[in-house]
């Protein structure tokens, strides 16, 4: 399974576009990579996923460089709302189930 | 609510007590987990349920044993824990299939607080 490195910790403000950014060297061809957000005592929740280029949904969007080394998670106009940790991780996309390990994850504090 | 469902959410027992997590996810996924989630820790996978079998298990001491009756739902059995087992005991589900079908993306439960005293 891929390592992943990520920031401990972000500060933002309130409006402002925050970029995350996540290094996988060691990512395999049939990997993706996804992000999750998760509030204090609750569980996860999925975010967003791609494979390569760009991405984006109604929350975020996530660009892969060509190498597929790293992504970055971007969040515009972040509000006091997306306090939370972000986790990137990268794994098989397919397949009956996946053992993907949690990293640390990066603590984004948004600041009024 | 996520579709996800974890009971209790709240549990305190003492270190000689029986207790079980209960998780139940009606989604339609073929994989359940168990995943511990102490204070300023990262989450720690337990155990992996795939198609009712269990597939993963983490070197998780014999005091908590894992039954999935069937692919909707997972049970947490604990007996004999120790104060340093509290923690936030996390339930999720994943689909099989296709990345299109959102294989292999995890479905997380709001989890169950333990607290061992």
């Known amino acids: 399974l891929a390592k992943t490195t990520q920031p401990i910790s972000m500060d933002s403000y309130e409006g402002q576009e925050v970029n995350i950014t996540c290094s996988h060297n060691?990512?395999?061809?049939?990997?993706?990579i996804t992000w999750y957000q998760q509030f204090p005592s609750q569980g996860p929740r999925f975010i967003i996923q791609?494979?390569?280029t760009k991405v984006t949904n109604e929350v975020a969007s996530l660009f892969i460089p060509a190498d597929r080394k790293s992504s970055t998670l971007s969040l515009p106009r972040v509000s006091l709302s997306d306090t939370a940790v972000y986790y990137c991780?990268?794994?098989?996309?397919?397949?009956?189930?996946?053992?993907?390990?949690f990293g640390a994850g990066t603590r984004l504090a948004v600041h009024p | 609510e996520t579709g996800v469902t974890q009971t209790p959410r709240h549990l305190v027992m003492g270190m000689t007590n029986k207790k079980s997590l209960k998780c139940e996810q009606h989604?339609?996924?073929?994989?359940m987990y168990w995943y511990k989630q102490s204070a300023k820790k990262p989450l720690e996978l337990m155990f992996v349920?795939?198609?009712?079998?269990?597939?993963e298990n983490n070197s998780v001491p014999s005091r908590f044993s894992p039954e999935c009756p069937n692919s909707s739902h997972l049970f947490l059995h604990l007996h004999t824990l120790q104060p340093e087992d509290s923690a936030l005991y996390l339930c999720?589900?994943?689909?099989?299939?296709?990345?299109?079908?959102?294989?292999?993306?995890?479905?997380f439960g709001a989890g169950s607080r333990l607290t061992v005293l």
């Open positions: 060691n990512i395999a061809t049939n990997d993706y």
């Open positions: 999720a589900s994943s689909p099989a299939g296709s990345v299109a079908s959102g294989a292999n993306v995890l479905t």
């Open positions: 791609g494979y390569k």
């Open positions: 989604l339609g996924h073929n994989a």
């Open positions: 991780l990268v794994g098989p996309g397919s397949g009956g189930y996946n053992k993907l390990i």
């Open positions: 349920y795939s198609l009712e079998e269990r597939v």
